[in-house]
């Protein structure tokens, strides 16, 4: 990898005056320069033996400024460098590979990177010590700056580290580039009214994705999901090859996300495209899953966010319709007893599957009648990211305690669930 200073701004760009140069000699300094100007190597190899003295001057020019120092000539190598081959003869080869292998995707950033025969770096090494020097860089690490220098001159794209759309990998024993491209994201909120769609593609439980008669041959237990509906537009647009679909938790397949919506990232592999109008993009999901998903919030995102997305734990508002015969009375003072307290869940049969089986502490923190009925009546509540609802609600056999079944006395079963809203922006 590149791990040179990070330039804020494209070189060709790059008006700001060069650092002031500085290469102290000393004796010992000339004493190895002369035992290493015997050894015949391309002014690049002969002044990267002095690599890390002194600042902005490229290898060559230390060489060229030993060469003067003591008086002498540089001597030029016949035929290719013994020690680099040539490696730092051919960046116009270099680039060429490097935009063949980019070639059809759009890039702003980049990293670089090479491959060298470990031969030539153990070699490279013993010359430090035989030569007597302390100075020495590596050839990789020079020939990594190098090329990203040539790169930000030669596309005008940013070299680094940092959040890079493509990695280039310079491999000199095969003379070839290996290509790496990072995913493109995008963040928003979206809210789901459909109580047949899960959040994420679900493989069918048979096949495993390979299909079979279980699933009509599509991999998949339902149709469709969240992912792929947002996901679609994006993957056109990118002309991506895959995407992946990180929420915020997840509701039930058969619960409305209603509010705000919920918090997600969506990230698309190997994109050749990466500017795209994100809002047109969000406008063409909300047409086209009208009803059942609404995209709010759309924009460009970082892989920062997947982290964000993926840790934060915020407390979520439920409207839970339940079925079963209890006073207002019995419920209030239910409610009352449960605020706050903690609740002890063991995993639920439904999702034992999937899950380990443990029990877990959550909180119910507020919980409100909103109205009762003969044999039913409507809950809100407020609780800690991961509560069971459901299961709080109707019991899951013993394995939630206490339960609001087992605080009114009475079997209860929820009719539908709704998350109303995720508080990720509160406190
Ligand atoms: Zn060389
Ligand atoms: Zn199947």
Redesign the pocket.
Known sequence: MWAGRVPTVPMVAATAPRPPVTFPLDDSVRAAARRGLALGLCPECFGRLFGRLGHGLSNPERAARLAADLGVALPVPEGACHLCGGAFDRWETWIQRVRTAAEGREWHRFSCGSRWDPEILAREESIWVDVGSAFGESARGAFNRELGKRLEAATGAVGGPDRPDLVFLADLPAGRVELTVLPVYFSGRYRKFDRTLPQTRWP?R??EGR??D??GGT?KTYPTSVEEVVAAPFLAATRGEGSRFHGMGREDIDARMLGDGRPFVLEIDRPRTRTVDVAALAAEVNRSAEGRVEVLEAAASVAAEVVRVKEAAPLKSYRVAVLGEASEAKINEALAFVAGRAIAQRTPTRVAHRRADRVRTRRIVAGRLVEAAPGRFTLDLRAEAGTYIKEWVEGDGGRTEPSLAALLGVPLSVEALDVLQIHDREG
Do not use: A, Q, V
Request: charged fraction near 25%.
């Open positions: 069918c048979r096949c299909g079979c279980r699933c991999g």
